[in-house]
């Protein structure tokens, strides 16, 4: 049995935005990887996208800002009462409060041009990592884009590395390439990677046509 952790994010959602301004930490980078989430899961005029674990909604802003329409999920009431005190009543977004959104999405198979995910799949547990990305795969409609952006490590060597080296990091379910890579291939899909600082990764790939 997994060691569960928890995380209050309800009592994080008032000062959730002006901590990430702030660039530091596990944020270094933190607009750039938003920006390249949304860029590698080629957000366009017209596109559907799914923001999971949305929180604040500042990757599903890019998303809009590129014309696309966003359904946000979060487990957390709070944060999403943020995010939609920041867009008003923009009818091209749809936040709902979903208990475990990578595990259970409530939409039917092949509905989004675009799955993307910044900083909250290290909430998702070893052991529900495969079930996780074969349900985002599943709402992927054919040749759509699956895109994470997070704290992320190549495999569990770096990840002990990086645990000893950094004080400012705390063991949370990172994702280790090698393993998406094969989750991923299982699926048909290929994986690709680009780091961003030495805990912080952009990885895609492209559900088969
Ligand atoms: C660090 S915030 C990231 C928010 C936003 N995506 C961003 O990039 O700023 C993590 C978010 O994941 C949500 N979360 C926590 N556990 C989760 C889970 N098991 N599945 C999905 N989202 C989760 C939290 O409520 C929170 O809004």
Known sequence: MENQKTWDFDGWAANYDTVVARGSGVHM?????LEH???????????????????TGNLAIKCLLRGARVVGLDPSPKMLAV??????DD???????????FLHIPFP????DAVVSTYSFHHVTPLEKPRAVREMVRVLKRGGVWALGDL???DEQAEREALRRLDWLEEEYFSKIVELRRMFAELGMELEAKQFTPVTWVLWAVKPA
């Open 29 to 33: 980078c933190y607009e750039e990887v």
């Open 37 to 55: 989430v949304a860029e590698v899961a080629r957000i366009r005029p017209g596109k559907l996208v799914l923001d999971i674990g949305t929180g």
């Open 83 to 88: 995010a939609r005190e920041k867009l008003g």
């Open 91 to 101: 009818p091209r977004v749809e936040f709902l409060v979903v208990a475990d959104p």
């Open 109 to 112: 198979d092949g509905r989004f």
């Open 152 to 154: 992320v490590f190549w």
